[in-house]
C-alpha cells in the first residue's frame, strides 16, 4: 500500500481487512470477487491513531500474527500425526507389539499370536482385510512406534498451547483501548 504522510500502509492493510469494513465492502456489489471504488467506500468512516502510534499498532499485529500462524502450523502437525498415530497403533495391535507384555503374563490368553497354519484350520476364517487400509500411508513398516507419536504430538501440542499463550499474554497486557478483556479465574 503506497504511504502517505496521515497512513501507514501496513497498518491501512490491517484496518482495510478487519471485518466491519470487510462487511461494508462485501455489501456494496455482489459475486464472488466483488469490486469496490474509491466512492463506493469514502462514506465508511475509519478512525485512524496518530501516524506515529501506526506503526507500533502494525508491529503488534505482525508478531500476533506470526504467533498464530506457528501455533496453527502446530495443530496441523498434530493432526497430520494423528493419522500416523492411528496407523501405528493398529500396526502394533496387529503385530503383537502393542499386548506383548500382557501376553507374556497370560500365555493362555485370547490375545496371543497364532500361527497362521493355525488359522488356517479355523472355520469362517477371512483374513481378506482390503477395507482396513489407508491409501494415504503407503510405508506401514516404517511408522514410528506409537509411543514416539504421542511423544511428538504432546509435544507439537504444547508448541501451539505455547503461541496461543503469548497471544492471550500480550492482548492482556494491552492497557490501551475499549476492548480489554478480564480472563482471571473466580
Known sequence: MPESPAVLGRFLKYRLNAGDFVSFASHI???DRPRVDFDQIKIFPISLPPPSEQPRIADALD?????LDAGVAALERVR?????YRASVLKAAVDG?????WREKNPEGRWRCYEYDDLLKRDKLSLDLFWIKDKSLTDTD???APDILATEI???LESALDQFTKIAARLNSS???PHKTNTAQP
Open 142 to 144: 516404517s511408522l514410528p
Open 29 to 31: 456489489n455482489a459475486g
Open 97 to 101: 507389539t502393542l499386548t506383548a507384555e
Open 154 to 156: 504432546a509435544d507439537d
Open 80 to 84: 497430520d500425526k494423528l493419522k500416523l
Open 63 to 67: 508478531e500476533l500474527f506470526s504467533d
Open 175 to 177: 492497557t490501551s483501548g
